[in-house]
């Protein structure tokens, strides 16, 4: 016994699928020293300006920061080599639980605790998995789509919820 479908009824049902566009969110690019900000929620609760850096690959945190999320690295915690404006040094590194800008969300996030630092930013491991656009001239950081994206700890990124997907 086959299974017959109806060309037209296959066509239907996969068109509005195809033709839909996932909305953008525009969030305020905050005048910040170096450069812009945006506000970011961390774990739910904490909201504090983090410094947009597209030429970070890690998103930075200070440690007093961590320290109030309870996230203190403490003696031998895993450590990753950050290349600074002069130097390679190596830095503890925490997984945040959550950061959230403009309604979307990214989980797991891995960030670099910068000792007796006093700002945050936000690297490319936070950014590409947002797909966000730095427009200048609108002077906002523009993050298509929406929900939920994960972003797993070896740099590959889990975007089904957004998308609405079942996880595999």
Request: aromatic fraction near 2%; glycine fraction near 12%; charged fraction near 20%.
């Amino acid at each position: 016994m086959s299974l017959r479908v109806p060309l037209a009824l296959l066509a239907v049902s996969l068109v509005p699928a195809l033709a839909v566009r996932e909305p953008t969110a525009s969030v305020p690019l905050l005048d910040h020293p170096g450069g812009h900000s945006v506000e970011v929620t961390v774990d739910g609760w904490l909201t504090e300006p983090f410094l947009v850096d597209t030429a970070a690959t890690v998103t930075v945190v200070p440690e007093a920061m961590a320290a109030a999320l309870g996230l203190a690295p403490g003696d031998g915690a895993p450590t990753r080599a950050v290349q600074g404006l002069t130097a390679t040094v190596r830095l503890p590194v925490v997984t945040l639980p959550s950061l959230r800008i403009g309604g979307r969300e990214v989980r797991d996030v891995e960030a670099v605790v910068l000792p007796g630092g006093s700002g945050s930013l936000l690297g490319l491991n936070v950014l590409r998995p947002l797909g966000a656009r730095v427009d200048l001239g609108a002077r906002a950081l523009d993050l298509p789509g929406r929900g939920v994206v994960e972003e797993l700890r070896d740099g590959v990124v889990a975007a089904a919820r957004a998308r609405g997907a079942p996880d595999r």
